[in-house]
């Protein structure tokens, strides 16, 4: 039986087709998939698909799979099926896991597999992903969703565990003082993520008016870098003691080195952004001051459960800055994105919602 898909050939070359259904193993479960959410990832994936190694002809050191790739990776959905030896109900709505680790590097000794060194992605680099009308996953990726929390709710799971996973690299508790470099949706879930866990002193960095507003009527404390005083305003938040931690959800040069003087003695610089181009530091804003700088790669499991549990109790509001589209309008919804347009976009999985 064939479905709907947006599947990933190679470079810019990105197109909806149809594929067949596929079928659920031992030990796996069939999703009806309900939304999935366009992420930067995938902009990478679509037009620099060499740097996030996706090749036709080299399979994935862990998934083994190659291009042409359905995309996806941020997703959620319902248990359609079940194969043998699963105790997953059919009909559990549910968040799905994606990454795929070695278990051998290092990182995954350390049981950070989302540092692995050959890290994949259900949806970017393995067989199936969310950007299609079903997949088939292992029954342990599968994270049931709470009474209250839907599946398009599901499908901003993975994201915003990229975010909370940033506030525990930062080490904050309710006292801490905070400032958000960006406000893409990374950024506006670690303002959420910061607010779930008693933050109450935050300030969100953002040149964009359009994103600045959104955040404003979100409830967040904001700030245009270009053309106001963020050092001012950090000042006034801390009483002149800079803050405890920041959180680079920019990836841009400047927005990392604006940041890191703003730390409070022995504050902590989050570097959640993937940079494309080497950044100029001074080590002696690290020495004097004791200053950290950490980076924070995906997310554990144990963030999902987080977030999901965040989202349940009333946390996180979507209001403004989620939108949703069908199949077809993929090809326009990565232009916009890529154009800097928008906030967060998902993309509905079946033809009926």
Same mark, same amino acid.
Not at 26 to 31: D, E, H, K
């Given at each position: 039986m064939p479905m709907k898909a947006v599947v990933l050939h190679g470079k810019e070359d990105l197109r909806i087709e149809d594929v067949d259904v596929p079928t659920p193993g031992?030990?796996?479960?069939?999703?009806r998939n309900g939304?999935?959410?366009?992420?930067?990832?995938?902009?990478? *994936?679509?037009? *620099?698909?060499?740097?996030?190694?996706?090749?036709?002809?080299d399979p994935h050191s862990v998934t083994g799979s190659t291009l042409p790739q359905i995309l996806g990776h941020e997703f959620s959905g319902t248990v359609e099926a079940a194969g043998d030896g699963v105790d997953v109900p059919v009909g559990t709505p549910a968040a799905i896991y994606p990454v795929y680790a070695c278990g051998e590097c290092p990182a995954c000794r350390k049981g950070r597999e989302n540092a692995c060194a050959r890290i994949g992605f259900h949806g970017l680099s393995s067989d199936g992903g969310g950007m299609a009308e079903f997949t088939v996953v292992d029954a342990d990726r599968v994270h049931p969703l709470p009474d209250g929390v839907d599946v398009k709710m599901g499908a901003l799971v993975e994201p915003m565990a990229v975010a909370w996973h940033a506030t525990t690299r930062g080490q904050v508790t309710p006292e801490s003082t905070a400032v958000i470099v960006g406000a893409g949706p990374i950024g506006i879930g670690i303002y959420f993520a910061l607010k779930a866990q008693g933050l109450t002193r935050i300030v969100v960095s953002e040149p964009s008016a359009e994103r600045r507003t959104l955040l404003s009527d979100l409830g967040a404390a904001v700030v245009d870098p270009v053309n106001d005083d963020l050092n001012a305003r950090v000042a006034?938040?801390?009483?002149?003691?800079? @803050?405890?931690? *920041?959180?680079d959800a920019a990836g841009a040069p400047v927005a990392f080195q604006s940041t890191l003087p703003l730390l *409070?003695?022995?504050?902590?610089?989050? @570097?959640?952004?993937?940079?494309?181009?080497?950044?100029e530091l001074q080590p002696s804003l690290l020495a004097l001051g004791e200053r950290d700088v950490v980076g924070a790669m995906a997310y554990l499991p144990e963030d999902f459960t987080a977030v999901i549990q965040a989202i349940a109790s009333g946390v996180y509001d979507f209001t403004g800055w989620v939108e949703t589209i069908g199949v077809d309008d993929v090809h326009q919804a990565v232009e916009r994105l890529r154009s800097g347009a928008g906030a967060k976009i998902l993309v509905s999985a079946q033809a009926s919602q």
């Open positions: 031992p030990g796996q479960v069939l999703i939304y999935a959410g366009i992420c930067g990832s995938d902009l990478h *994936a679509i037009f *620099a698909p060499e740097a996030l190694g996706l090749s036709a002809t006034e938040l801390t009483d002149g003691q800079g @803050v405890d931690v *920041a959180f *409070a003695p022995a504050g902590r610089l989050v @570097v959640v952004a993937l940079y494309e181009r080497p950044v």
